[in-house]
Protein backbone atom coordinates (compact mmCIF):
# COMPACT_ATOMS: atom_id res chain seq x y z
CA UNK A 1 0.00 0.00 0.00
CA UNK A 2 1.23 3.50 -0.67
CA UNK A 3 -0.33 6.74 0.03
CA UNK A 4 -0.09 9.92 -1.52
CA UNK A 5 -1.43 13.35 -0.39
CA UNK A 6 -1.91 16.19 -1.95
CA UNK A 7 -4.01 19.81 -2.08
CA UNK A 8 -1.85 21.67 0.56
CA UNK A 9 -0.71 25.33 -0.01
CA UNK A 10 -1.14 29.42 1.11
CA UNK A 11 -4.09 30.08 2.00
CA UNK A 12 -5.35 33.42 4.33
CA UNK A 13 -7.26 32.87 7.53
CA UNK A 14 -10.43 32.26 7.24
CA UNK A 15 -10.28 30.02 4.33
CA UNK A 16 -10.35 26.95 3.29
CA UNK A 17 -8.22 23.72 1.41
CA UNK A 18 -9.25 20.48 0.98
CA UNK A 19 -6.44 18.00 1.06
CA UNK A 20 -6.62 14.30 -1.03
CA UNK A 21 -5.25 11.00 0.42
CA UNK A 22 -4.89 8.12 -2.42
CA UNK A 23 -4.99 5.14 -1.57
CA UNK A 24 -2.91 2.59 -3.99
CA UNK A 25 -2.42 -0.65 -3.71
CA UNK A 26 -6.05 -1.39 -2.29
CA UNK A 27 -7.86 -1.45 0.83
CA UNK A 28 -8.72 -5.04 1.85
CA UNK A 29 -7.04 -4.21 5.11
CA UNK A 30 -7.44 -0.99 5.75
CA UNK A 31 -9.31 -0.41 9.22
CA UNK A 32 -8.56 3.15 9.39
CA UNK A 33 -7.04 6.37 7.33
CA UNK A 34 -6.17 9.10 10.08
CA UNK A 35 -5.12 12.56 9.20
CA UNK A 36 -1.78 13.47 11.44
CA UNK A 37 0.03 17.38 11.34
CA UNK A 38 3.14 18.20 12.01
CA UNK A 39 4.10 22.20 12.39
CA UNK A 40 7.62 23.36 12.66
CA UNK A 41 9.47 22.55 15.67
CA UNK A 42 6.59 20.46 17.17
CA UNK A 43 5.66 16.98 17.36
CA UNK A 44 3.36 15.09 15.08
CA UNK A 45 -0.28 14.92 16.17
CA UNK A 46 -3.28 13.30 15.49
CA UNK A 47 -5.82 15.67 13.93
CA UNK A 48 -8.89 12.98 12.53
CA UNK A 49 -9.50 9.31 11.32
CA UNK A 50 -12.05 7.58 9.62
CA UNK A 51 -12.93 4.08 10.47
CA UNK A 52 -12.98 2.24 7.12
CA UNK A 53 -15.92 -0.16 8.08
CA UNK A 54 -18.88 1.92 8.71
CA UNK A 55 -16.84 5.44 8.07
CA UNK A 56 -17.27 6.89 11.55
CA UNK A 57 -14.90 9.61 12.19
CA UNK A 58 -13.48 11.27 15.33
CA UNK A 59 -11.48 14.26 15.24
CA UNK A 60 -9.53 16.16 17.95
CA UNK A 61 -11.14 18.95 19.96
CA UNK A 62 -9.19 21.63 18.08
CA UNK A 63 -10.65 21.02 14.70
CA UNK A 64 -14.29 19.99 15.58
CA UNK A 65 -16.67 21.78 13.48
CA UNK A 66 -14.23 22.93 10.99
CA UNK A 67 -12.43 19.87 9.39
CA UNK A 68 -14.29 17.19 7.38
CA UNK A 69 -13.11 13.91 6.93
CA UNK A 70 -14.97 11.82 3.54
CA UNK A 71 -14.04 9.50 1.08
CA UNK A 72 -14.87 8.21 -2.16
CA UNK A 73 -14.83 4.62 -1.77
CA UNK A 74 -14.94 3.19 -4.63
CA UNK A 75 -11.67 5.08 -5.28
CA UNK A 76 -10.11 4.19 -2.56
CA UNK A 77 -9.38 8.17 -1.57
CA UNK A 78 -10.16 10.02 1.33
CA UNK A 79 -10.34 13.82 2.19
CA UNK A 80 -9.38 16.13 4.60
CA UNK A 81 -12.01 19.20 4.48
CA UNK A 82 -10.77 22.02 6.14
CA UNK A 83 -12.58 25.08 6.87
CA UNK A 84 -12.42 28.50 8.66
CA UNK A 85 -8.25 27.76 8.89
CA UNK A 86 -6.60 29.44 11.72
CA UNK A 87 -2.64 30.37 11.35
CA UNK A 88 -2.15 27.44 14.74
CA UNK A 89 -3.34 25.53 11.67
CA UNK A 90 -0.33 25.75 9.75
CA UNK A 91 1.65 22.19 9.48
CA UNK A 92 2.75 19.81 7.05
CA UNK A 93 -0.20 17.38 6.90
CA UNK A 94 0.18 12.99 6.54
CA UNK A 95 -2.60 10.90 5.66
CA UNK A 96 -1.74 7.16 7.22
CA UNK A 97 -3.66 4.17 7.07
CA UNK A 98 -3.82 1.41 9.59
CA UNK A 99 -4.79 -2.49 9.10
CA UNK A 100 -4.16 -3.11 12.85
CA UNK A 101 -7.59 -3.78 14.47
CA UNK A 102 -8.48 -2.84 18.25
CA UNK A 103 -6.71 0.57 18.41
CA UNK A 104 -8.00 3.89 19.10
CA UNK A 105 -6.13 5.01 15.57
CA UNK A 106 -5.37 8.77 17.61
CA UNK A 107 -1.72 7.75 17.65
CA UNK A 108 1.46 7.19 15.34
CA UNK A 109 1.90 3.74 16.59
CA UNK A 110 -1.56 2.27 15.42
CA UNK A 111 -0.74 3.54 12.07
CA UNK A 112 1.39 0.99 9.90
CA UNK A 113 1.95 3.12 6.28
CA UNK A 114 2.27 7.03 5.71
CA UNK A 115 2.26 9.35 2.87
CA UNK A 116 5.23 11.97 2.21
CA UNK A 117 3.13 15.08 3.14
CA UNK A 118 1.96 18.31 2.11
CA UNK A 119 2.44 21.74 3.58
CA UNK A 120 -0.52 24.15 4.58
CA UNK A 121 0.39 27.39 5.49
CA UNK A 122 -2.17 29.72 7.11
CA UNK A 123 -1.50 33.48 7.03
CA UNK A 124 -2.64 35.86 9.35
Known amino acids: VQLQASGGGLVQAGGSLKLTCIIS????????VGWFRQAAGKEREFVGCMHWSGGRTVYVDAVKGRFTISRDYFKDTVFLEMNALKPEDTATYYCATSTLSGRTYYWEVDYDTWGQGTQVTVSS
Open 25 to 32: GGTGSTNA
